[in-house]
């Protein structure tokens, strides 16, 4: 079982920049793919970024690419979502997710740890 918590929404204006935090515990290993997710009131739960274990590649959401960064801290378990140029659009509550699949990492449908959620929100 693999638990997941998240850290670091917040409120901030447009063109302004935040950091996620997604610290994982549990489990016997790391999980293979983590991603993030983002989903706004009465729609889907939407892809944002997602990186296998080793980091290499990191896919992303077109909305967010060259926007926002995936890191990660192996060592403290941690996966970051580091986001530059905020929209009033990348308002949401952001989830963090993992699976032990080592293929799939962008396929919602094979996430099966989720954290609770951080909400971010843009103002214009």
């Known amino acids: 079982q693999v638990h997941l918590v998240e850290s670091g929404g917040g409120s901030v204006e447009a063109g302004g920049s935040l950091t996620l935090s997604c610290a994982a515990s549990g489990g016997a290993s790391s999980p293979e793919s983590m991603g993030w997710f983002r989903q706004v009131p009465r729609k889907q739960r939407g892809f944002v970024a997602a990186?296998?274990?080793?980091?290499?590649?990191?896919y992303y959401a077109d909305s967010v690419r060259g926007r926002f960064t995936v890191s990660r801290d192996n060592a403290k378990n941690t996966l970051f979502l580091h986001m530059n140029s905020l929209k009033p659009e990348d308002t949401a509550m952001y989830y963090c997710a993992a699976h032990r699949k080592i293929w799939g990492c962008t396929v919602f449908e094979l996430y099966n740890y989720w954290g609770q959620g951080t909400q971010v929100t843009v103002s214009s």
């Open positions: 990186q296998y274990i080793d980091g290499d590649p990191t």
